[in-house]
């Protein structure tokens, strides 16, 4: 991942479980971008409201796909089970958002590290400050963005099974499946492993 990417807000985007296993199916058979994205609007198979809704979010789940350059990860997102596929899903969504890999290596990964199971609000709270300190881009962010970027990053957490729910402040152990292990370390991208609880 490249490092000096600007931070991408995740607002709109969410984790989008249901939405990328619709696309990494369609491109597993074959289909080419535009294929997947003609498919995906003339069925409306993510059932959204708006054409331009179905479009935008198609574009966002080919993106992801195209910037972790996986044959691997699209295949085990595709035809795995839901928890092995999520599990492919979130290293997916770090490796495209550096906001979303920066807390998963330095909040997540260090309290699997170190052994500390608590997450609460002051976990967030000290991330983003300390980001803010660090960095312009998440400087100049409304506070309406950065709770909204919290809830995301905490219910990400919650859809893979890091926490039980929204109000659990409690980190579940993380059993890493050996494809998706396998599919990141194929991607050069070994230092995420830590955010899975493997050290």
């Given at each position: ?55 935008n979010i198609a574009s966002v789940c080919l993106n992801r796909f195209k910037e972790t350059d996986s044959k691997e990860l699209i ?7 839901s928890d092995v596929a999520k599990q492919a899903c979130l290293f997916i969504m770090m490796n495209y958002y550096r906001l979303v ?7 997540i990964g260090e309290k699997y590290r170190t052994k500390d199971s608590s997450f609460t609000k002051m976990d967030l709270n000290s ?73």
């Amino acid at each position: 991942m490249d490092i000096n990417r600007d931070y991408r807000t995740i607002t709109r985007e969410q984790f989008l479980f249901h939405e990328m296993r619709i696309v990494a199916r369609l491109l597993d058979d074959g289909m080419d971008e535009e294929k997947v994205k003609e498919e995906v609007v003339a069925n409306n198979l993510f059932q959204y409201p708006t054409e331009r809704m179905i479009k935008n979010i198609a574009s966002v789940c080919l993106n992801r796909f195209k910037e972790t350059d996986s044959k691997e990860l699209i295949h085990i997102v595709a035809t795995e089970s839901s928890d092995v596929a999520k599990q492919a899903c979130l290293f997916i969504m770090m490796n495209y958002y550096r906001l979303v890999w920066e807390f998963m290596i330095t909040v997540i990964g260090e309290k699997y590290r170190t052994k500390d199971s608590s997450f609460t609000k002051m976990d967030l709270n000290s991330f983003f400050t300390r980001l803010q300190e660090q960095n312009d881009v998440v400087a100049s962010w409304s506070d309406a963005t950065i709770y909204k970027c919290k809830q995301v990053l905490k219910k990400t957490l919650v859809e893979t099974g890091y926490l039980d729910n929204n109000k659990s402040e409690v980190l579940n152990p993380v059993l890493l499946d050996y494809s998706v292990r396998e599919a990141i370390e194929n991607t050069n991208n070994s230092e995420a492993l830590v955010a899975f609880g493997c050290l």
